[in-house]
């Protein structure tokens, strides 16, 4: 069967975005995905919009953030979304990075995972079955609607194991950022059907989220990744998965490496990006999301490249 390929559609502002959705469609991609950006930019409303200048496409978020939003907001936000694009919108939400959260909200970052517990809990509660009660360590939620969306899946974002064990146990699927293919193979697939298992139910999917660059010259992909990803290796739960993947010198140096590079970005000619990315799927994995590194002088020509490859990956 074939798999499901997903692009993210962020960079720019709204204008920029919503026209990037429209291309994915047009060109046949299977799904856009947005995610939460900066204090202007909100990705439950940008799907809004988007909703009804597209027919076809799925539209997902990966992610919005759990703690500036209550999940009876995202509940909210989900179920005006689904009316108006029944059967192709699915929520994917987590806890972000520490700085982010205490540094711009003022939230205290603490015990993110039962955070991210707690509102898997709430939302499919209310979104998939219409009542919640619930009182928790960072929620609260006592509520009913006569609406529900229960084709709506409420999707996570998963690092390190324990998270992949908690969406294999909870949510309706797991989505995966920055970590290197063979992570994915050997600890992140592993930990979700553990987690599934203990739960007693089927393992929900992986969608692997993947930095592509389809870019002749390696050496300035590279570093057109690290320009436009060079925050990750500084932040201590990313250093923790690549040391765990393999790569020790994230903990040393807190900057990329080739080795690192080399395992998280897909790049290269054509054939060379669809032939790894053939293999990640090949893996197990449920469903790629892939993130285009625009390279070179022309930024826009440069996504076109990348995504008109994923429009033709069958």
């Not at 978020?61 to 703690?67: D, F, G, K, L, Y």
């Not at 219409?130 to 009182?135: L, M, Q, S, T, Y």
């Not at 054509?270 to 999301?289: C, F, K, M, P």
């Amino acid at each position: 069967m074939r798999k499901v390929i997903g692009v993210d559609a962020n960079g720019g502002d709204v204008i920029k975005v919503l026209e990037r959705i429209d291309r994915l469609e047009s060109l046949g991609i299977d799904a856009a995905w947005v995610s939460d950006g900066q204090i202007e930019f909100d990705a439950l409303s940008v799907l809004t919009a988007a909703a009804v200048r597209t027919e076809r496409i799925m539209l997902g978020t990966a992610i919005v953030r759990t703690w500036p939003r209550h999940p009876l907001v995202s509940v909210q936000q989900s179920l005006t979304l689904a009316k108006l694009a029944p059967g192709r919108t699915r929520l994917g939400v987590g806890p972000a990075h520490r700085g982010a959260m205490e540094e711009t909200f003022g939230f205290e970052f603490r015990a993110p995972l039962t955070n991210l517990r707690e509102y898997l809990q709430i939302t499919k509660a209310l979104l998939q079955v219409g009542h919640v009660d619930f009182d928790g360590r960072h929620y609260h939620a006592h509520t009913s609607s006569a609406e529900t969306a229960a084709d709506v899946p409420v999707m996570a974002s998963a690092l390190r194991p324990a998270s992949f064990k908690l969406c294999g146990a909870l949510a309706d699927g797991a989505i995966s950022w920055m970590c290197p293919a063979k992570y994915l193979r050997d600890v992140a697939l592993p930990a979700l059907q553990q987690g599934a298992a203990q739960a007693g139910r089927a393992a929900p999917p992986l969608v692997a989220h993947v930095p592509i660059c389809v870019h002749d010259d390696l050496v300035g992909a590279r570093a057109a990744a690290v320009e436009q990803n060079g925050y990750y290796p500084q932040s201590t739960f990313y250093a923790q998965m690549f040391a765990e993947a393999g790569f020790p010198e994230a903990l040393d140096s807190a900057q990329w490496s080739d080795r690192m590079l080399d395992a998280v970005l897909v790049a290269g000619p054509e054939e060379r990006v669809a032939v790894r990315l053939n293999e990640i799927l090949d893996w197990g994995v449920s469903e790629l999301l892939v993130s285009v590194v625009s390279a070179g002088p022309d930024p826009d020509a440069s996504w076109e490249r990348s995504v008109a490859l994923i429009a033709n990956l069958r």
